[in-house]
């Protein structure tokens, strides 16, 4: 056995994916302070986004939102072990530079903050720090994988407690890969032009049956069931939003969600967890909805 | 045929699944006590160990893992696996416990958060080069004398050379990745040693 200095890569694409794969069967929670961190640490979180207000204060208050404070980033990667991200908006690499040298572990461009570009995503390929995507469907998860994104997530509809839209964004995205998979090979090109995605990731698609990056499901998620319910669908790992803190005890809603997400598969542990659990968030009928984040990005 | 374990509590567990599948053995995901009774050998995979260590608890796995560590179960982790199986955890949470397995101190992200992530070649005792991939992984300070020391890496950084694959008796740990490779050798001498 012998030894000198070992030459290392960073920032390449297997170390960028690799963070996601370790995210998978967990629960990534959107907290506001230091000490909702340590709420969905102790609680079993994977990570935790840090922002300054939860989409459901986001959809409430209106005005623009923005990339958080540094000062409370920095607090809450103080107050917790586990990993940390945090959003920018679309299209705003100037705030992606901020948060890339604040050393956080994961960006979100994220529909839930308003978008910097109207057209154009962050270019995420010369970044070192990875990055999470949502899409509705899987041509725009193909257009985020393709601009450097190593995570999707289906968008849903954040803030609103209802998990309707996560659940058409998944069986979308999951429909059309199925569609991918059965192709024939001539048929391809054609299905890459409908989806409007680069034909190598649509072809990369039809053979592997599924994306190059893990799915994570995202927006709505609110109970231990719904957890469940995605992850049965094909998530692999959720992100829950305004879902514990807008919830009548969010220590025990962050475990539940935790546990069901783990046992998703076993109904008499998700039942066992569902128990007393107290009011989950109120939540809005998307219908009624006059904003829908989903619609942001392209 | 063995049958191996791989614990499916949180993590990069379906890597493990499909590496170990492709090696020709059976494959038990493992998430309650009756599936930990039924393997011959266990994985724990990489993930976060903090979420990890608390699902253990919450299934009832925790002491039922820790009887059969000590009875002599032969375990391989990798990153939050190999936490877990350490002695000693620095820069962890004030109540992170750990199962003692393997005579080492680890530290937490002690090569940074993931920024600093990196992949390297390791030279393994007895195989050569190994891609090794390293997502915020901890970094083995200080290891006792039953500990077998099979690749080490110096990370440049002033601190010299740093084990990241041991062996200790029936126990395995890496603080890399091996299972977000296409190179399975390592999975291999720990089914070997079954």
Request: aromatic share 4%; glycine share 10%.
């Amino acid at each position: 056995m012998t030894s000198s200095t070992n030459p290392s890569v960073t920032g390449s694409a297997l170390v960028k994916r690799g963070l996601a794969d370790m995210l998978r069967g967990g629960v990534i929670m959107d907290v506001v302070n230091p000490e909702q961190a340590k709420i969905a640490e102790d609680a079993g979180a994977v990570a935790v986004m840090a922002l300054e207000r939860v989409p459901a204060d986001i959809r409430r208050d209106g005005g623009v939102a923005r990339m958080s404070d540094p000062l409370m980033i920095q607090e809450i990667q103080a107050a917790v072990t586990i990993p940390v991200m945090a959003k920018a908006r679309i299209g705003h690499f100037a705030e992606a530079q901020i948060l890339q040298a604040l050393d956080v572990d994961y960006i979100d461009e994220s529909e839930v903050l308003t978008p910097a570009d109207e057209e154009n995503h962050i270019d995420k390929w010369p970044f070192t720090v990875p990055f999470v995507c949502g899409a509705t469907n899987l041509g725009e998860a193909l257009r985020r994988i393709s601009e450097g994104a190593c995570l999707i997530r289906s968008k849903g509809e954040a803030g609103t407690g209802n998990v309707v839209e996560a659940v058409r964004h998944l069986r979308t995205i999951n429909a059309q890969m199925r569609r991918l998979h059965s192709a024939d090979a001539n048929e391809l090109y054609a299905l890459a032009k409908d989806l409007q995605a680069p034909l190598a990731l649509v072809q990369e698609v039809a053979l592997a049956g599924k994306l190059p990056v893990p799915l994570f499901c995202a927006g709505g998620i609110s109970t231990p069931a719904d957890a469940s319910l995605v992850l049965q669908l094909g998530a692999e790992a959720v992100f829950v939003g305004s879902g514990i803190f807008k919830s009548e005890d969010p220590a025990r809603m962050a475990q539940a969600i935790v546990e069901a997400t783990t046992h998703f598969e076993d109904p008499s542990v998700v039942a066992k967890v569902s128990t007393g659990l107290g009011s989950a968030m109120k939540g809005w009928e998307t219908a009624t909805l006059e904003q829908r984040l989903a619609e942001r990005g392209w | 045929m063995k049958r191996v374990g791989v614990l499916s509590l949180q993590g990069d567990v379906g890597e493990h699944v499909s590496m170990l599948e492709a090696l020709g053995s059976e494959v038990v995901k493992v998430r309650t006590v009756e599936q930990l009774n039924s393997v011959d050998g266990l994985v724990l995979p990489g993930g976060e160990s903090t979420t990890i260590a608390h699902l253990l608890g919450t299934s009832g796995l925790k002491d039922v893992l820790g009887a059969k560590l000590e009875q002599g179960l032969p375990v391989f982790g990798t990153c939050a696996g190999l936490i877990l199986l350490s002695t000693v955890v620095l820069d962890g949470r004030s109540d992170q416990w750990s199962y003692g397995a393997l005579s080492l101190s680890v530290r937490r992200n002690g090569y940074g958060r993931q920024i600093a992530s990196f992949e390297s070649t390791l030279d393994v005792k007895g195989l050569g080069g190994v891609p090794g991939v390293f997502i915020r992984a901890p970094r083995i300070e200080s290891y006792g004398d039953d500990v077998e020391v099979l690749a080490t890496l110096d990370h440049g950084d002033g601190t010299g050379e740093h084990p990241v694959f041991v062996r200790q008796d029936r126990v395995w740990g890496a603080s890399f990745h091996p299972e977000l490779t296409g190179d399975a050798r390592l999975h291999e001498l720990f089914l070997n040693s079954l």
